[in-house]
């Protein structure tokens, strides 16, 4: 897969991850993705359809020559929540 969906993966990896369908009920991720994805939370179930847009648009020949904007804008979200690293003296 390209890395353009890299970030959008690997957020609702940790999203599911930290879900109550994983923490307290006991069921594999891919259990909750396929079969208890109304119990997840609603960000993660936002992750999920953007995870299905991004692989989407990798198909699609239009964007495939523009780039995969869903994917570059979760990578765009991913550095800005991620802090700058201590300047050394």
Same mark, same amino acid.
């Given at each position: =897969?390209?890395?353009?969906?890299? +970030?959008?993966? *690997? +957020?609702?990896? !940790?999203?599911?991850?930290? &879900?109550? @369908?994983?923490?307290?009920? $006991?069921?594999?991720? &891919? !259990? %909750?993705? *396929?079969?208890? &994805?109304? !119990? /997840?939370?609603?960000? %993660?179930?936002?992750?999920?359809?953007?995870?299905?847009? @991004?692989?989407?648009? =990798? /198909?699609?020949?239009?964007?495939?020559?523009? $780039?995969?904007?869903? $994917? =570059?804008? +979760? !990578?765009? /979200?991913?550095?800005?929540?991620?802090?700058?690293?201590? +300047?050394?003296?």
């Amino acid at each position: =897969m390209s890395s353009s969906c890299d +970030a959008i993966l *690997k +957020a609702l990896k !940790e999203c599911l991850l930290n &879900s109550d @369908c994983v923490q307290k009920q $006991g069921h594999l991720p &891919s !259990e %909750c993705l *396929k079969q208890h &994805s109304n !119990e /997840l939370p609603e960000q %993660c179930q936002l992750l999920r359809k953007s995870t299905f847009e @991004c692989k989407r648009n =990798m /198909l699609d020949m239009r964007t495939r020559f523009r $780039g995969n904007t869903v $994917g =570059m804008d +979760a !990578e765009k /979200l991913r550095q800005q929540k991620t802090p700058p690293p201590p +300047a050394q003296s």
